[in-house]
């Protein structure tokens, strides 16, 4: 799924002296508080992290005494969706008008009726809301289901985010892969027939070859017997 990356930051937290004999869990309590959050510095949301403390002498800060700064290396996983990224979540809630979306379990996602490609059609089937295809009966999508969708737009302070059916890459992650799985497996039979088909001709040529080369020999030796019956 793209929007997610891991990347590598020098930090440095700021440690209150009440906590300066616990620098360690204060440190982790600090990154913590971060989780699944934006973060306008990380430019994403802050899903994990490992850290390793550069420096255990912590230095004060002289702008925001009496807080020290302890400097970290840090690597981070961070979330950080863009405009016409491709993203994948599970269908918690259908409509005639949208279909509600949760992303990695935090983040939710909307898809409304006007960003729905029109193949899609919503029906009630057997008491349950779906969107079933009209072009490939079973491409369906119903709560539970896995889809893939694109990013219109994010609101970075409630981690909401605007989504997209529109694209023909997007929709039941599933039924998707399986497509996928077929193309290239007639790709693949298609390319060894037409290698074998190839072969055959290579074959066909060099035995060809072979039967003119025989031909040139049988005459040139009966140019050679008339040649010796005239003198």
Request: charged share 30%.
């Amino acid at each position: 799924m793209e929007g997610l990356k891991v990347s590598d930051a020098d930090l440095v937290v700021f440690i209150h002296p009440s906590r300066s004999k616990r620098s360690s869990q204060a440190i982790l309590r600090e990154l913590s508080s971060h989780l699944f959050q934006f973060s306008e510095i990380f430019d994403g949301v802050l899903l994990a992290y490992d850290v390793d403390i550069v420096d255990t002498n912590a230095k004060i800060v002289h702008d925001i005494l009496p807080y020290s700064g302890m400097r970290l290396k840090a690597k981070l996983l961070l979330f950080s969706p863009k405009p016409n990224m491709l993203l994948e979540g599970k269908v918690v809630k259908l409509t005639p008008e949208s279909i509600h979306v949760i992303v990695l379990g935090f983040a939710s996602a909307v898809i409304i009726d006007e960003d729905i490609r029109e193949e899609f059609e919503y029906r009630t089937k057997h008491g349950k809301e779906v969107y079933h295809s009209k072009a490939h009966r079973r491409h369906v999508i119903k709560v539970g289901t896995m889809i893939r969708f694109l990013v219109k737009s994010l609101d970075k302070e409630i981690l909401h985010i605007c989504g997209s059916l529109k694209p023909t890459n997007t929709g039941s992650i599933h039924w998707l892969d399986k497509i996928f799985d077929e193309i290239s497996l007639i790709d693949r039979s298609g390319t060894k027939r037409g290698s074998e088909n190839e072969m055959k001709m290579q074959e066909h040529a060099v035995r060809g070859g072979d039967e003119i080369s025989s031909c040139n020999d049988q005459i040139k030796k009966s140019k050679k017997r008339r040649l010796r019956e005239e003198s």
